[in-house]
């Protein structure tokens, strides 16, 4: 069964330095992987997705994620905060299934807060 | 495109009550999924589709639920009866799953409130 993994619950950090948001994913095959984000009261957002080739993929507002098969991870980063960063992230995996139409699954979700 | 549409926005009755949730998915995608986000659990899958078929319900909670799509462009999540531990968020997401465009995009939620 796939399944996803964020060890933390929230992740602070300054404005202006690196941040990393952490994911692990466990599922059979190759899959496809997202990163997410939810503001208060709004549906998730998509930023990124991993299908495959270049390990480092970009996505939307500077972030980015490296995808490492042997570790299983699929871990955010951006390599400066924003204030505005602050908010929910969710990291996903989808089995490729038939077709691309197999499960999507969200990890529980990471709140990250940019402090001034 | 008006993107994935919900309704309501909000939905607040008394337990016992049935409730009906419905979603339009983006024209032209042809997985749909159902949500649902609380804090306790988080956002768990409760069914999906492709191409209008119900692939997987494993995650819808009772048989008090029950989730429909009579056609591409309309899907219905049903709860008969309601009960306060429903309370919580429920979003649809749809995805196209052609030319590796294969990301979900979600509707803005429908916030359940069961008194």
């Known amino acids: 069964a796939q399944s996803v993994a964020q060890p933390e619950d929230q992740v602070n950090v300054a404005e202006g330095n690196p941040l990393t948001v952490k994911c692990t994913y466990s599922?059979?095959?190759?899959?496809?992987l997202f990163w997410y984000v939810q503001y208060p009261n709004r549906g998730l957002q998509f930023l990124l997705k991993y299908i495959t080739g270049d390990n480092l993929v970009k996505g939307s507002y500077g972030f980015e994620a490296e995808f490492n098969k042997s570790q299983t991870s699929f871990h955010l980063k951006k390599p400066s905060a924003l204030v505005s960063d602050s908010a929910l992230y969710f990291c996903?995996?989808?089995?490729?299934?038939?077709?691309?139409?197999?499960?999507?699954?969200f990890g529980q979700g990471t709140t990250l807060q940019v402090k001034p | 495109d008006a993107g994935v549409i919900q309704s309501p926005r909000h939905e607040v009755t008394e337990m016992g009550q049935e409730v009906t949730l419905r979603c339009k998915p983006i024209s032209g995608h042809n997985s749909l999924f159902w949500y649902r986000q609380t804090m306790m659990r988080g956002l768990e899958l409760l069914i999906y589709?492709?191409?209008?078929?119900?692939?997987?319900d494993s995650g819808m909670p009772e048989d008090r639920f029950s989730a429909k799509m009579p056609n591409a462009s309309f899907s219905t999540l049903k709860i008969q009866p309601s009960e306060p531990r429903d309370s919580a968020v429920y979003f649809c997401?749809?995805?196209?799953?052609?030319?590796?465009?294969?990301?979900?995009?979600f509707g803005q939620g429908t916030r359940l409130t069961v008194v």
């Open positions: 599922v059979s095959g190759n899959p496809y």
């Open positions: 996903a995996v989808r089995d490729r299934g038939s077709g691309n139409t197999g499960k999507l699954i």
């Open positions: 589709f492709n191409n209008n078929v119900p692939i997987d």
């Open positions: 997401a749809s995805s196209r799953n052609r030319d590796l465009v294969i990301e979900a995009f």
